[in-house]
């Protein structure tokens, strides 16, 4: 799962599992989450979105799930490909267009 | 195809010097933002603007000022560089509107050193 501070927590799976990559946030008025993936040497980009009037959405090969309750935000990547190694983030979002992010986790896919 | 162009990918400046990052987005976004990002820190949001000539502070910006000239441009601005100044630096717009979008689209970074 995400952590602040120097440390990346890195996530090692095989081609073809599943991977789940956590994120904890903070502020229980955050209203909309977003999940990134960032490429070596790239910007992040969009993978899904979720609002807070639901706790679960897919996308393709994606499901973001959230736990208001313990303020937790999950990606789940299914059969994970070499192509899907990349450092993911959550981003949280309480005022308009202002968003708060997480430090990100390194997912490392064995072939 | 949207896109969010960013002037450098990476930079070498010296100690003192003033350093100018541009940023142009072709989406006719209203929001630009410009962030940091250092390791196992996440982005961490420097400035924002949300129209021409508007800015707003955003969690770090101390050391830094930005122009908004034309709604395509976003530029922020180091007077003087300073070492602790060596990061990763993203710019990123969003659409404003009634029912706004709020994903971010993101540039491609410029690596900034320091020396």
């Known amino acids: 799962g995400e952590s602040v501070g120097l440390h990346l927590p890195t996530l090692s799976v095989q081609e073809g599992d599943n991977s789940i990559i956590n994120c904890a946030y903070s502020?229980?008025?955050?209203?909309?989450f977003i999940w990134y993936k960032q490429e070596s040497g790239k910007g992040p980009q969009f993978i899904i979105d979720?609002?807070?009037?639901?706790d679960k959405r897919q996308g393709q090969r994606v499901t973001v799930l959230l736990n208001k309750t313990v303020k937790h935000l999950s990606l789940q990547i299914a059969a994970t490909q070499p192509g899907d190694s990349a450092v993911y983030f959550c981003?949280?979002?309480?005022?308009?267009?202002?968003?708060?992010f997480g430090s990100g986790t390194k997912l490392n896919v064995k072939p | 195809d949207v896109k969010v162009t960013q002037s450098s990918r990476y930079l070498v400046k010296r100690t003192g010097e003033k350093v100018f990052l541009e940023c142009v987005q072709d989406m006719d976004h209203e929001n630009m933002f410009w962030y940091r990002q250092d390791p196992g820190l996440g982005l961490r949001l420097i400035y924002f603007?949300?129209?021409?000539?508007?800015?707003e502070k955003g969690d770090i910006p101390e050391g830094y000022s930005v122009s908004r000239e034309k709604k395509e441009r976003f530029s922020l601005i180091l007077e003087s560089a300073s070492t602790n100044q060596t990061s990763m630096y993203l710019c990123?717009?969003?659409?404003?509107?009634?029912?706004?979008?709020?994903?971010?689209?993101f540039g491609p970074g410029t690596r900034l050193t320091v020396t």
């Open positions: 502020n229980s008025a955050s209203d909309y």
């Open positions: 990123a717009s969003t659409q404003s509107g009634r029912v706004p979008s709020y994903e971010q689209y």
């Open positions: 981003a949280e979002n309480t005022n308009f267009n202002k968003f708060y």
């Open positions: 603007s949300y129209d021409v000539k508007m800015k």
């Open positions: 979720i609002r807070s009037n639901m």
